[in-house]
C-alpha cells in the first residue's frame, strides 16, 4: 500500500521557471491538501481540495495553482518560481475533514529556487 | 489567528532518560493531534485526543490534553534513539468549517 507519493523528490529551479509537482494517493480519500515547511515556521498550509474537480486557498496561497482532475491526484504549480518558495512541500490527504480523519502525508518534494 | 506553541523548541538527551514536550495555546481546540516526522520523511499520526483531561498511552509515549483543552503534552519515558524526531502538535477546531492548525515543533534528539 503505497499511501501518499510524491514526485518529484527533489528539484531545483532557476527564478521565473515554472514546475509542477504531483501527488498521488491511493486510499480513495477525499480530501487533499499541499503544505509547506520552513524553519521555524512550522507546516503552513498553501491550497486544499475537498473533493474532485474542487479547490481552495489555504494561508500562504500566493504563487501557486492546484489542479484535482482526478480524485486520486492533486498537482500544485508555481508559474513563475522566486527564492521565497524555496521550501520542502508536502502532500497530504484524509478521508474527511474532522477530528476523527487524520492527515497522511506524503515524504516531500524538496525544492530549490536560486 | 489560532497559535500553537510548543516547547522546547529543541531537545537533545541520552537513551534513557525520561522527558515531557507541551503543546500550548490560548485557544480551545475541539482536538489535539500529535504527529512524528523523521529525517526525509512527512510527518505520521501518533494520536489524537479529543476530551479535556484525556489521557492516552502508545507504549512508552504518554499523551494527555489539558482539562481546558488549551494545551496537550507528551511524555517520553525510557528515550530510545528511534524516538529521534520532529513531534509536530496540531489543534483542530471548527464544525463544517473544520481547520487544522500546527505547532512548529520540538526536534528531539536521543543520543546513544
Known amino acids: 500500500n503505497a499511501g501518499v507519493t510524491q514526485t518529484p523528490k527533489f528539484r531545483v529551479l532557476k527564478t521565473g521557471q515554472s514546475m509542477t509537482l504531483l501527488c498521488a494517493q491511493d486510499?480513495?480519500?477525499?480530501?487533499m491538501y499541499w503544505y509547506r515547511q520552513d524553519p521555524g515556521m512550522g507546516l503552513r498550509l498553501i491550497h486544499y481540495?475537498?473533493?474532485?474537480?474542487?479547490?481552495a486557498k489555504g494561508e500562504v496561497p500566493d504563487g501557486y495553482n492546484v489542479s484535482r482532475l482526478k480524485k486520486q491526484n492533486f498537482l500544485l504549480g508555481l508559474e513563475s518560481a522566486a527564492p521565497s518558495q524555496t521550501s520542502v512541500y508536502f502532500c497530504?490527504?484524509?478521508?474527511?475533514?474532522?477530528?476523527?480523519?487524520?492527515?497522511?502525508f506524503g515524504n516531500g518534494t524538496r525544492l530549490t529556487v536560486t | 489567528t489560532q497559535l500553537l506553541e510548543q516547547s522546547p523548541q529543541f531537545l537533545s538527551i541520552q537513551e534513557g532518560e525520561n522527558l515531557t514536550v507541551y503543546c500550548n495555546s490560548s485557544?480551545?481546540?475541539?482536538?489535539l493531534q500529535w504527529y512524528r516526522q523523521e529525517p526525509g520523511e512527512g510527518p505520521v499520526l501518533l494520536v489524537t485526543?479529543?476530551?479535556?483531561?484525556e489521557v492516552k498511552k502508545l507504549k512508552r509515549l504518554t499523551f494527555q490534553f489539558g482539562d481546558a483543552r488549551k494545551d496537550s503534552s507528551l511524555h517520553i519515558t525510557a528515550a530510545q534513539p528511534g524516538d529521534t524526531g520532529l513531534y509536530l502538535c496540531?489543534?483542530?477546531?471548527?464544525?463544517?468549517?473544520?481547520?487544522?492548525?500546527f505547532g512548529k515543533g520540538t526536534l528531539l534528539t536521543v543520543n546513544p
Open positions: 497530504a490527504s484524509s478521508r474527511n475533514r474532522g477530528r476523527n480523519s487524520p492527515l497522511h
Open positions: 486510499m480513495n480519500h477525499e480530501y
Open positions: 481540495s475537498v473533493g474532485e474537480g474542487t479547490t
Open positions: 485557544s480551545v481546540f475541539s482536538s
Open positions: 485526543v479529543v476530551t479535556g483531561g
Open positions: 496540531a489543534g483542530g477546531s471548527g464544525g463544517s468549517n473544520y481547520k487544522l492548525t
